[in-house]
């Protein structure tokens, strides 16, 4: 008799999306991006964190102050990451699942490398202008995005 209890696709790639996040430094934000192809594979992950070659221990994760002191100057976001990470995947047509809505940057990022639906678990910023942005040029280009509607069960890994 064939299995019941598998996972949904969209349980698959969000839980890899968060379960990326927790790679993250940030304190405040763990952010994971997971990009799929329209045939469902996997093409590429990233989480927010500081570029190549910064030692975390060195680098500011304060939100505030200096904004030379700041995290903001200088960690990549998860969907830019994951979108550099891909540079060899042709990802036209692909989706991507991200635990917080993209930033106007990480949209742009998004439109330019053909990506054309987001589904977001977070949406926390939403009245952000940096959402605002987002929203408006995904509108203008016809990149869809959906909320992720968590299903509310649990999985449990033990690693
Ligand atoms: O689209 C995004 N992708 C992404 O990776 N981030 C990261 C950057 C920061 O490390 C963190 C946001 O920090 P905070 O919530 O403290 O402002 O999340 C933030 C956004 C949108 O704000
Ligand atoms: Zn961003």
């Not at 976001?77 to 106007?104: D, K, M, Q, W």
């Not at 940096?130 to 040029?137: D, E, H, N, V």
């Amino acid at each position: 008799m064939k299995r019941k209890d598998y996972i949904s696709w969209d349980e698959y790639f969000m839980g890899i999306a968060l379960l990326t996040a927790m790679r993250s430094k940030d304190d405040s934000s763990q952010v994971g991006a997971c990009i799929v192809s329209p045939e469902n594979k996997i093409l590429s992950l990233g989480y927010n964190g500081m570029p190549i070659g910064c030692n975390d221990d060195d680098m500011p994760w304060e939100r505030e102050g200096d904004p030379l002191d700041t995290k903001y100057m200088y960690v990549c976001h998860a969907e830019l990451n994951a979108i550099l990470n891909s540079a060899h995947s042709n990802l036209t047509g692909a989706r991507v699942y991200v635990t917080l809505f993209p930033c106007n940057e990480c949209a742009k990022a998004i439109i330019q490398s053909g990506i054309k639906e987001i589904i977001y678990y977070s949406d926390k910023y939403h009245d952000e202008p940096s959402s605002m942005a987002s929203r408006r040029l995904f509108n203008m280009t016809g990149v869809k995005y959906r909320a992720y509607h968590p299903s509310g069960r649990e999985l449990t890994l033990t690693v």
